[in-house]
């Protein structure tokens, strides 16, 4: 087979094309601008600055799920106490008197202790459970609440205050 002069320079000029274009291809990807400044890879110190940056952050969000934690269980205790601290009379009004109605139902100067001993003898036959000692009792604390104008049961404080109450001292 004899080569003609043009098919050798042929050859040789692509040859020489497809190598410029593979070493710059190479050159490219290795130190092209363009994968330098899109996705530079961090250095050590950078990353171990975002990595505290991020346990930073995980710890002040863990830190304020505790506090808000606190302050739920805080408040609960705060309602339980001021609760436990009323009288038995409201206490039994809302254990026994609020399955069926709410207790604004039960306006207090509407009678007096006869009156109110009715009334729960009533109740008892629609089927609340209070036994005569408590009827007795939750009669009186009505009656006394009506004499002095308020309502059957007083509305719990509001958070701020229920924070701000004083723990009884432990037994
Ligand atoms: C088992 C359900 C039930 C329970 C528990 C209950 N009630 Fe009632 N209550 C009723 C029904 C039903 C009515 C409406 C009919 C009536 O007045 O008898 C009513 C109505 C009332 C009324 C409005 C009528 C009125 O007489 O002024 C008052 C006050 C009242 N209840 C007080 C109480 C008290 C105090 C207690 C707790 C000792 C209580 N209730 C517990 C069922 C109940």
Known sequence: MVLRSH???RWAIGGLLVALAWSGAVHAELAGDDYQTRAAPLTDAERQQRERQL???QERQAAAERAAAERRRRLQ???AAWKAARPPGAQLVEQRCTRCHTADVIQPASRGTVGWLWTVARMRLHGADIDVAQALTV?????ERGAANRPALDAPPDEATLLSMRRPPPQ
């Open 139 to 143: 009669a009186r604390y009505l009656a």
């Open 55 to 57: 346990r930073a952050e």
């Open 7 to 9: 098919c050798v320079a």
């Open 77 to 79: 205790e705060a309602l």
